[in-house]
């Protein structure tokens, strides 16, 4: 199978509320896929289903071939799966140095970590502010934090929640480059709402809507299916 | 281990080490001991509470499990060396098993604190039953409400006539402390050090970097159970005697009440809470003008007001706050440790 | 027959009893999230006040079920202005500060009363069942229980108050942008929680020889009661009573008292362990 990631009959149920509903999901090795959808849709949901943050009331999740259904987060973790959450989940009390270098340390061990750990504050353009307190930061440094932590993993799945939310037109573009350069290691799922920026790095875009996958297809296409269009409100592109 | 690291805990122990040389002057090392115990008792809470974020109300069982082990055992065996060895390794031990059981059973903070205290009241409350002559662990009575006297108290190793006690046990407890001390700070500065304090800080985001947050938390959680053991050992070769009151709620209480005075952002507050508060008590005890419990309670309740962070950081706040500004710049680089903004923990 | 009759009300009164030394607790836990640590002092302080009343000549009745609610309730509302207002939402704070105050009044009434036991007798007397003497005042316990929890589900879900203070419980800026101050209704609320606390000291005063430490030996089964209970106040509370009054109680008949104590501290235990939320976590959700 060419897919790293595919999902069969994922469901998940909290109370009376179904917040994915039978979703099957395939993604391709070095894909781009954008997530949208309207708020409530289930998109953050589904991610966490794929990290293990929660487990799914029912169906199938396979990474690699690998069923990881109900597989504690750490462990799917160190299968490679990187994600940086749609409210920035860091270290607020640590550094942001201290921050990459934790999990840094944990995928490539003592003598690497800090070779990766530079590495990816450099990318990020994180160097001025490296040794700040990261509960101090502003949003968007901390979803720069939060990337470098899963860049620094060097996961061949990444999964972003809103990276480009709160963020100045000159950081997007830049997440949209950085983005861009991580695709040639990792398969990333994007969920976003800007569609100029899913313009800009998208091919292939999934829509959901209640829980259920509507539409999935290339941009243009989905941004012209009128269920969508519906479903949006008129968003304009 | 960071420079700066080395240097600040070297800082401690050379002024501890110069206070406790200096301080039988003042204070007798009779009362002196107990509180170097209590200071060890305190850090052993300080240490999962402060960095690891796991608030056990039942701190004082593994206290009492060292202590009870350490008589037990000396009683049966007749010389110091292994019972002060079991000391340690049975409360590390059950610490162990009980911290699997809370952190596999992923619990939330107030269930864990609530656990934490029900198996010190178990304790306590078998403990305090066994007064008849069934109850005995080789030639060991149980002795109930009573507790256990009479068990040889620490020896030259291989030697059970040589007794080490009054002052010279003084100097072992003021060497036992430093080296736990040491011991403890360089376990602080290692990647299980910081990777515990991170899981204080976003367990979540921890266990997404990979980290299996569920063994690392037990087995903090056993060494801070082995560190109570200790001080439990030492408290019964300092005491002659154990009793269930060791396992008691008070006892309990009193270590997280040193803790919170003390301060939870470092690894002397609750030692030197533990110290003030322990000393305070026993000066109080000598009066008899203000009830000594409503004084305690009138300093929590108020540190808690006043002092959230505890005394060592507030001080450590207001020094820093006097300190000239560019001297202050070059400490916050200095020093990327974990601020505490909270209590761990809530 | 008999003593079928008299192991069932052994039983029930077991579980009065909880329900009876938890009350106070589970009102201000279940509406405030508050964990007030000195609901046994305020129970001592109520068996205090009503043994003062009645040496001081006031019916026993009165004493129990109106002074010492009144007297506490106010030392409750003295202690919410003071100290609980300030650490709201800071749960392990408020436990630590209330934790402060209980070996306050602690230490306060040694030097008030001494350390003497001090005491009244039931109002109540025994009375026979075939072979076997039932303590009457076991039943009005009981009694007073069930009517706790009556009162309780009526206030609650009854009257006005009861419904504001559940929407405040709930969502307290939403009940401030309708016109309510979450303030007073904190302060009410911890008022009728502490009265409750005082009304057990009361009504246990003539059972315990009282002491000043008296609350600590009811302060860890109310604790482990309420978080057991979970989340909703008077269905957490029915429940966990019933439960471990059971257990403890089906316990101490078969071995011990003190194998029935630890039956329910070990009860308490393996039930957080299988519902970490207390059972109206799991069950009841979003009820009463």
């Known amino acids: 199978m060419a897919n790293i990631l595919e999902t069969r009959n994922l469901t998940m149920q909290f109370g009376g509320v179904t917040a994915v509903d039978n979703v099957d999901f395939k993604l391709e090795r070095h894909e781009l896929r954008c997530l949208i959808g309207p708020n409530g849709a289930g998109k953050s949901t589904f991610f966490k289903c794929l990290t293990g943050q929660l487990k799914p009331s029912a169906g199938h999740v396979f990474i690699e071939n690998e069923e990881t259904t109900g597989w504690d987060p750490h462990a799917v973790a160190r299968l490679g799966i990187g994600i940086k959450t749609q409210v920035p989940s860091v270290m607020d009390g640590l550094s942001v140095r201290e921050n990459i270098w934790l999990a840094a340390y944990r995928t490539h061990g003592r003598e690497r970590a800090r070779r990766f750990a530079d590495d990816a504050i450099d990318r990020l353009s994180l160097g001025e502010i490296a040794s700040a307190t990261v509960g101090r930061l502003s949003h968007g440094e901390r979803q720069r934090v939060e990337l470098g932590i899963v860049i620094s993993m060097e996961p061949w799945l990444i999964l972003l929640d809103e990276p480009a939310a709160g963020m100045t037109g000159e950081e997007v573009a830049r997440m949209a480059e950085i983005i861009g350069e991580l695709n040639a290691e990792a398969a990333i799922i994007v969920v976003e709402h800007d569609m100029q920026f899913i313009r800009s790095i998208a091919k292939r875009v999934t829509v959901f809507n209640q829980g259920r996958i509507l539409a999935e297809d290339d941009v243009d296409t989905v941004m012209n299916d009128p269920r969508v269009r519906d479903v949006y409100l008129g968003k304009k592109v | 281990m960071a420079g700066s690291e080395v240097r600040s805990a070297l800082t401690v122990l050379v002024i501890a080490a110069i206070l406790f040389i200096a301080a039988p002057a003042v204070i007798e090392t009779y009362t002196l001991t107990v509180l170097i115990i209590y200071g060890m008792l305190a850090l052993s809470l300080g240490l999962i509470w402060g ?215 470092t690894l002397i507050g609750p030692v030197i809470g533990a110290m003030v508060l322990a000393y305070l008590k026993f000066l109080l005890g000598q009066q008899d003008i203000v009830d000594n419990m409503m004084l305690l309670g009138l300093i929590l309740t108020l540190s808690v007001l006043f002092l959230p962070r505890g005394i060592v950081p507030s001080i450590g706040l207001w020094v820093s706050k006097a300190m000239p500004k560019r001297r202050r710049k070059r400490q916050r680089v200095r020093r990327p440790r974990a601020a505490v903004e909270e209590v761990p923990g809530g | 027959m008999d003593l079928a009759g008299v192991i069932a009300i052994e039983i029930v009164y077991s579980i009065a009893m909880l329900v009876l030394i938890s009350a106070g607790l589970a009102v201000v836990f279940g509406m405030m999230r508050v964990i007030n640590l000195a609901h046994g002092e305020f129970m001592m302080m109520g068996g205090y006040a009503t043994i003062v009343a009645v040496n001081v000549g006031i019916n026993i009745y009165i004493a129990m079920l109106i002074v010492a609610p009144l ?131 009361g009504i246990l005063a003539p059972l315990v020889g009282l002491v000043p430490t008296t609350g600590a030996t009811y302060i860890a089964k109310a604790f482990i009661t309420v978080i057991s209970g979970g989340a909703s106040v008077i269905a957490g509370l029915a429940s966990s009573a019933t439960l471990f009054g059971l257990i403890s109680q089906s316990f101490t008949f078969l071995f011990t008292p003190v194998v029935g104590e630890v039956a329910l501290l070990v009860a308490a235990v393996v039930l957080l362990r299988l519902l970490p939320q207390g059972i109206t976590g799991r069950f009841f959700k979003g009820g009463m």
């Not at chain 2, 009870?68 to 390794?89: C, D, H, K, Q, R």
């Not at chain 3, 007798?121 to 009981?142: E, H, K, R, T, W």
């Not at chain 3, 709930?170 to 016109?179: C, F, Y």
């Open chain 2, 51 to 265: 960095f690891g974020g796991i608030l056990c109300f039942g701190q004082a069982a593994f206290f009492g499990l060292g202590a009870y082990t350490y008589a037990i055992a000396a009683i049966n065996i007749g010389e110091s060396t292994v019972p002060f060895l079991l000391g340690i390794a049975i409360p590390f031990a059950f610490a162990f098993v009980l911290g699997a059981m809370l952190f596999y059973g992923r619990l939330s903070d107030v269930y864990l604190g609530v656990i934490t205290l029900v198996v010190t009241l178990i304790f306590f409350k078998f403990m305090n039953s066994t007064a008849g002559p069934e109850y005995v662990i080789g030639n060991a009575r149980l002795g109930g409400f009573n507790g256990i006297p009479g068990f040889q108290t620490l020896n030259v190793p291989g030697d059970p006539g040589t007794y080490i006690y009054d002052v010279d046990y003084y100097w072992f407890c003021v060497v036992a402390i430093l080296i736990v001390y040491a011991l403890v700070r360089w376990l602080l500065a290692s990647p299980f050090g910081r990777i515990a304090v991170a899981i204080r800080e976003n367990e979540g985001r921890a266990e997404l970097m990979g980290y299996d947050v569920r063994i690392r938390k037990t087995v903090l959680f056993a060494v801070g159970g082995g560190i109570a053991g200790l001080s439990g050992t030492l408290f019964a070769n300092w005491a002659e005697i154990v009793t269930p009151g060791m396992f008691s709620l008070a006892q309990s209480a009193e270590i997280i009440i040193w803790c919170i005075v003390g301060g939870l952002g």
């Open chain 3, 71 to 201: 007297v506490v309730g106010i030392i409750g509302l003295i202690v919410e202005r003071l100290v609980i207002r300030f650490l709201y939402g800071r749960l392990i704070d408020t436990m630590l500060a209330t934790w402060g105050l209980s070996l306050f009044f602690i230490g306060a009434a040694t030097m008030i009363f001494g350390n003497t036991t001090t005491g009244i007798s039931p109002p109540i007397s025994g009375f026979a069942i075939g072979d076997y003497q039932v303590n009457g005042y076991n039943l009005f316990i009981i009694f007073i229980a069930a009517v706790i929890l009556i009162v309780m589900y009526a206030a609650l879900s009854l009257t006005r108050f009861g419904l504001i203070a559940r929407g405040a419980m709930q969502r307290a800026d939403m009940a401030s942008a309708l016109g309510y101050d979450p303030d007073r209704i904190y302060m009410l609320t911890f008022f009728a929680g502490s009265a409750l606390s005082g009304l057990a000291g």
